[in-house]
């Protein structure tokens, strides 16, 4: 079984910084990408960042040059610092990891709410 740990979720200012981690577990040979995601209430869900297992990044246009996704390989670990953080930043967001076990396959998060409020 292979699980996602999401943390670092909160409340915050505008204009302050949040770091979310998401940390996978259990069968696993490698991990070939994470993602992160967000939605907001009323609203679909929507790409924010995804970082590839060389290290290859993409960001939504909304959060470019304000977060930063990155990975820690050696905890199966990936992060998304967000810094000048907005209200219409609040949303849910969730971690979502392609793994490679017997086979390929992408796996989700919980979920953790992040509120700016203004």
């Known amino acids: 079984q292979v699980q996602l740990v999401e943390s670092g979720g909160g409340l915050v200012q505008a204009g302050g910084s949040l770091r979310l981690s998401c940390a996978a577990s259990?069968?696993?040979?490698?991990?070939?990408?994470m993602s992160w995601y967000r939605q907001a209430p009323g609203k679909q869900r929507e790409f924010v960042a995804s970082i590839t297992s060389a290290d290859s990044t993409n960001y939504a246009d909304s959060v470019k040059g304000r977060f930063t996704i990155s990975r820690d390989n050696a905890k199966n670990t990936a992060y998304l610092q967000m810094r000048s953080l907005k209200p219409e930043d609040t949303a849910g967001y969730y971690c979502n990891a392609l793994i490679q076990t017997s086979y390929q396959r992408s796996y989700w998060g919980q979920g953790t709410q992040v509120t700016v409020s203004s």
């Open positions: 259990g069968s696993i040979f490698s991990i070939n990408a």
